[in-house]
């Protein structure tokens, strides 16, 4: 249901800021019930997508965040290695970080969101989906770091991100493979040790995920563009 708002966002042209419709006229909409309306915005809500505010109804989240401003700087070009390895080495931080934290701060409707965006990788593996798994694994990370109640991570984490897509201009990313299944299970590991409120299991799963990450980004790289 989660996806079906966001997919309604998109259709009217919504933007951050915009009001959107009410729980009410939402499942009107989408022919449910409120009470599951509720529940997709609570996880939309823990993965920073919509904001409720009481009294005033649901609005687009402003997903431009604290680092707002780098975004107009221009391409990140990964012309060697060590650009990569840079970015990699900060997102390695950050999510241990994020991950860290989501253990023992996050609630029943953001573990919710956290699952659900694993599932939603799952599903993009099994059916060679690539724009749903990129929207996935974009869910799964950001969620977690949501989850871990620091607006400053969750900008973060959605700027490191944000240069990892750009920089496919120059072929780091490719189709689903290579290391598709080894995530599917890193994420599983990161979910768990969250869920059990393990924080030192659920850095150290998310900095694993990020060093064989860095691994087929980089054997991706040398493939694609050093030849």
Not at 93 to 119: C, F, G, K, M, N
Not at 178 to 198: C, P
């Amino acid at each position: 249901m989660a996806e079906q708002i966001l997919e309604l966002i998109n259709g009217a042209g919504l933007r951050p800021g915009d009001r959107m419709p009410t729980e009410n006229e939402l499942a009107a909409r989408l022919g449910t019930s409120r009470t599951v309306v509720r529940e997709a915005v609570k996880i939309l809500s823990a993965i920073g997508r919509v904001r409720a505010h009481k009294g005033r109804g649901l609005y687009v989240a402003d997903d431009d965040g604290v680092l707002g401003a780098t975004r107009r700087e221009g391409f990140f070009l990964p012309t060697d290695l060590d650009h990569v390895y840079m970015l990699f080495e900060f997102r390695r931080v950050q999510e241990s970080a994020a991950s860290r934290l989501a253990a023992t701060r996050a609630t029943p409707p953001e573990l919710q969101a956290i699952e659900a965006a694993a599932d939603m990788c799952h599903r993009a593996h099994a059916t060679g989906d690539t724009e749903l798994w990129n929207q996935g694994d974009d869910q799964f990370h950001l969620s977690i770091a949501a989850a871990a109640h620091n607006p400053f991570l969750v900008s973060t984490v959605r700027e490191a991100r944000r240069l990892v897509r750009q920089s496919s201009t120059i072929g780091l990313q490719g189709t689903l493979g290579g290391h598709v299944e080894g995530a599917l299970q890193e994420h599983t590991a990161i979910y768990e040790a969250i869920r059990t409120g393990n924080a030192e299991a659920a850095a150290q799963a998310a900095a694993i995920h990020l060093d064989n990450t860095l691994e087929d980004y980089r054997r991706e790289i040398q493939r694609r563009v050093f030849g």
